[in-house]
């Protein structure tokens, strides 16, 4: 297991896809609590490549608790967030409160399309868990011509705490068997983004995908680092006794040897495709 799990692959096993989906729902409040936002600059460019502005009428799919659902509608975008969870609903609902932004619990896969179309679909951090057999063809039928898809991946990178990411993965070697012997952040620039171009160009629904990347630092304490760690889906997959001797282990090596807090570095990426 990485230290964290990559959130750009799509799961092959549909059923292991599905409950690791739904596990975030457990626990809403940490999720919203610990879970970091996007850079600024990410909405000025959903602004200038997906037309995602004030007035844009914005579907967005896989709300969770609204890390970019609260910085759309404020700058004025109509928002329908859809979230299967409905503990992740219903924060998203009280972060929102106040706003224009409508929350809609349902599965994006299964929920009925509204007959006026969007001028964008937005999903942060969520695309990869819609069913790959539907969700390009769902996305496109929800936009008017012309109207954009904007997906956002986010990934952790080399950088940061650099020797810690190292040792750490002594910790998931010994508790999480699974883990390849040696795993490393990769590099930013060996993050690629074919697998998303080209699914977008196989459904040929969309236009050309344009991209866009940026990196952020955060440090954390280490019980910031442990609360993150366990909104991860394949943490929060791990029998009880495995999760506990793992997140021990972290706390012990970052208390230990790194003074109390870690840096992690983050490769956010942001890709805009619009409907022929």
């Known amino acids: ?118 001028d964008a679909v937005v999903s942060a951090t969520a695309f ?7 969700r390009m063809a769902r996305a496109a039928k929800a936009l008017r011509p012309g109207g954009a898809l904007a997906v956002v991946r986010s990934q952790h990178v080399e950088g940061g705490s650099r020797e810690f990411f190292v040792e750490v993965q002594r910790c998931y070697e010994r508790f999480d068997p699974s883990t390849p012997p040696g795993l490393r952040p990769p590099a930013a620039d060996d993050v690629d983004n074919a697998d998303h171009a080209g699914e977008v160009a196989r459904s040929g629904l969309f236009g050309p995908t344009v991209f866009r990347r940026y990196e952020q630092e955060l440090t954390y304490t280490a019980a910031a680092y442990l609360d993150l760690l366990r909104t991860y889906s394949g943490h929060r997959a791990l029998s009880d006794e495995a999760r506990s001797g793992l997140l021990g282990c972290v706390a012990d090596l970052i208390d230990g040897r790194y003074g109390g807090s870690v840096t992690k570095r983050y490769l956010i990426e942001l890709a805009v495709s619009h409907k022929r």
Do not use: K
């Open 128 to 134: 990869h868990w819609i069913d790959p057999a539907v």
């Open 1 to 118: 297991m990485s230290p964290e799990p990559l959130q750009r692959d799509d799961t092959p096993d549909e059923s292991r896809r599905r409950r690791l989906s739904r596990i975030f729902d457990e626990d809403a409040e940490l999720y919203d609590r610990a879970r970091p936002g996007y850079p600024p600059r990410l909405y000025d460019d959903l602004a200038r490549l997906a037309g995602v502005r004030e007035g844009s009428r914005v579907l967005e799919v896989g709300c969770g608790t609204g890390q970019a659902t609260v910085p759309m509608a404020g700058r004025g975008c109509l928002v329908t967030a859809v979230e299967a969870g409905a503990r992740m609903a219903q924060v998203a609902r009280r972060n929102l409160a106040g706003t224009t932004a409508e929350v809609v619990t349902a599965e994006f896969e299964s929920w009925p399309l509204p007959p006026e179309p969007f």
